[in-house]
Nanobody, 117 residues
């Protein structure tokens, strides 16, 4: 099983980034997918999640209206479009796979997002 995140980097406040997470080694379309983030000295927190077929999504209050999670089951990939980025969005972003809204069973290695002028 592999989850490989990409798309992180340095961006100015107000800017945008799109993260991708490519999955392999399991039946992607059977799993809900989530994005988490962890800032230095803080606990990992849920940012957004999407059901296996993509019909339902949830977001943390801190990112609602700015971030959009989506998935392409034909490409075994989940995305996180991040707009209007703020310095407090700076963190390592991880994708995770779970059966339903249960505990994450598979994790990616993370990608760094830094929002700074």
């Amino acid at each position: 099983v592999q989850l490989v995140e990409s798309g992180g980097g340095l961006v100015q406040p107000g800017g945008s980034l799109r993260l991708s997470c490519a999955a392999s080694g399991f039946t992607f379309s059977n799993y809900a997918m989530s994005w988490f983030r962890q800032a230095p000295g803080k606990e990992r927190e849920l940012v957004a999640r999407i059901t296996s077929a993509g019909g339902s999504t949830n977001y943390a209050d801190s990112v609602k209206g700015r971030f959009t999670i989506s998935r392409d089951n034909a490409k075994n990939t989940v995305y996180l479009q991040m707009n209007s980025l703020k310095p407090e969005d700076t963190a390592v972003y991880y994708c995770g796979a779970s059966r339903g809204w249960g505990a994450v069973g598979y994790w990616g290695q993370g990608t760094q997002v830094t929002v700074s002028s």
